[in-house]
Structure formats: structure tokens, C-alpha cells
């Protein structure tokens, strides 16, 4: 059963940091590119950032260029979304995705598993 579990989320204010962490289990996770994904109130979910499985290359939306950075260690089963100077508009539940393919994908109808998600809450 392949489970992803995020963690790391919170309530903190503007211009803060935050270090999101997925774990995962029963699948191989050395196979998978993960991604972060984000969904506010009311809105779709979108795509934050990518990472492919052996960590050599790496996308991220426009809005998370330059204070978003993801990474990952396969010893560890485990993706990280380190997020910085962090904003308002950057409240929304967490979601880490993995994905068997062999490029890295935005689009949320790639991704085989997800996780529950992590709150992140950010205050002006």
C-alpha cells in the first residue's frame, strides 16, 4: 500500500520559512519524480514544484521561482518543499504527488499517489 505523508505545515507570518517534508512508503521511491502541489480555498489545485527521481533535475511554477526549493533523499524516502519569505497568497493545503513517468509533469492528472496534504497558513 503506498502511503505519502506530508508534514511540516503551520500557521506563521509573512516573510517566514516553512520546510515541508513527504515521507513515503511501499513504492520505489527512487523510481518516482514527486512534485508539491497547493490548493487555496475555493480554487484548483495547482503545481508548485517538481523533482525528478534521482534528484538531477528540477521545475517549478512562476510563482515559486526564487523562494521555493524542493529536494529529496531516496535513503530517506522523502521529498522536502523548503518555502521562504513567505506570503499570504501562499496559504493553501500541501500536497506532495509521485509519478511514475519519465519526464517531469505539471499536470495533476500525472500524478499516481498523493498524499492528505499539510495546512500552511500564513498570516499578513
Known amino acids: 500500500q503506498v502511503q505519502l505523508v506530508e508534514s511540516g505545515g503551520g500557521f506563521v507570518q509573512a516573510g517566514g520559512s516553512l520546510r515541508l517534508s513527504c515521507a513515503a512508503s511501499?513504492?520505489?521511491?527512487?523510481?518516482?519524480?514527486m512534485g508539491w502541489f497547493r490548493q487555496a480555498p475555493g480554487k484548483e489545485r495547482e503545481f508548485v514544484a517538481a523533482i525528478r527521481w534521482s534528484g538531477g533535475s528540477t521545475d517549478y511554477a512562476d510563482s515559486a521561482k526564487g523562494r521555493f526549493t524542493i529536494s529529496r533523499d531516496n535513503a530517506k524516502n522523502t521529498v522536502y518543499l523548503q518555502i521562504n519569505s513567505l506570503k499570504p497568497e501562499d496559504t493553501a493545503v500541501y500536497y506532495c504527488?509521485?509519478?511514475?513517468?519519465?519526464?517531469?509533469?505539471?499536470?495533476?492528472?500525472?500524478?499516481?499517489?498523493w498524499g492528505q496534504g499539510t495546512q500552511v497558513t500564513v498570516s499578513s
Open positions: 511501499g513504492l520505489a521511491f527512487n523510481a518516482y519524480n
Open positions: 504527488a509521485a509519478d511514475g513517468s519519465v519526464f517531469l509533469d505539471r499536470r495533476v492528472r500525472e500524478y499516481d499517489y
